[in-house]
């Protein structure tokens, strides 16, 4: 702060101890109160202490989350297993478990998936995943 306003990069400062080295630089002024140290603790960042990226959650929530998405992933594949016995498409769900822990996981990520059921019941069940899912992305980036 002496060197700033040594330097005129500064015009004025406060709460200047004085030393012999300053006399120099600066004019002091007279005492108006006498000059005290104090030592200022502050708390450590969050980053420091905990992960802030499972914060915003509880433990029990977390854990929910797991469950919705497991169960998700069960209903997607009952219904892609009777989608296949109606019809087939390249681009619809075969009917294995991989295809549907595939879209369930894209839909986690928020990436999409080129393979998608194709009658009501699984575009239902597709909806209110990424439905819930976009909730539950506005609550956790809100939190941080």
Do not use: H
């Amino acid at each position: 702060m002496i060197d700033d306003i040594n330097s005129d990069r500064a015009t004025m400062a406060t709460n200047c101890i004085m030393f012999k080295d300053r006399l120099d630089v600066v004019a002091y002024t007279d005492m108006v109160v006498p000059v005290r140290m104090r030592f200022i603790f502050r708390q450590p960042p969050l980053t420091y202490t905990s992960n802030i990226f499972s914060l915003p959650f509880t433990t029990s929530v977390w854990v929910a989350i797991v469950v919705c998405s497991a169960a998700t992933t069960l209903a997607l594949f009952f219904t892609s297993m009777w989608e296949v016995r109606i019809e087939r498409n390249p681009t619809q769900l075969d009917g294995s478990i991989s295809d549907a822990l595939l879209l369930t996981l894209s839909a986690v990520a928020q990436q999409g998936c080129f393979i998608e059921p194709r009658r009501a019941p699984g575009r239902i069940i597709e909806w209110f995943l990424f439905l819930a899912l976009m909730a539950l992305y506005a609550a956790y980036s809100a939190n941080i």
